[in-house]
Nanobody, 116 residues
Framework: QLQLVESGGGLVQPGGSLRLSCAAS????????IGWFRQAPGEEREAVLC????????NYKDSVKGRFTISRDNAKNTVYLQMNSLKPEDTAGYYC?????????WGQGTQVTVSS
């Protein structure tokens, strides 16, 4: 079955941390640059960070610079997003996918809620 499965989200207080995981079933991630995207209610989905197949990361959002880190384990076919110093404005559904079109079928995402 072809699917992307995001996990690791939850409710966290401002200043807290979460580590999201993106696992692929039926897809091979290691050939591609993979990105983390997020979508807040009423907003469009936006790219946050991506990582090349060689492990080089690119940051698309100044607001997460120095707080979010993307990494990958090609042996596990998994990409991670370490989120530190979380802020309420980071609240969103988080998704992973290739950054190059065509996208894989989007997964269900994992909800991150930052609130006191």
């Amino acid at each position: 079955q072809l699917q992307l499965v995001e996990s690791g989200g939850g409710l966290v207080q401002p200043g807290g941390s979460l580590r999201l995981s993106c696992a692929a079933s039926g897809y091979t991630l290691d050939y591609y640059a993979i990105g983390w995207f997020r979508q807040a209610p009423g907003e469009e989905r936006e790219a946050v960070l991506c990582i090349s197949n060689g492990g080089r990361s690119t940051n698309y959002k100044d607001s997460v610079k120095g707080r979010f880190t993307i990494s990958r384990d090609n042996a596990k076919n998994t990409v991670y997003l370490q989120m530190n110093s979380l802020k309420p404005e980071d609240t969103a559904g988080y998704y992973c996918n290739k950054v190059a079109l065509p996208y894989y079928t989007w997964g269900q995402g994992t909800q991150v809620t930052v609130s006191s």
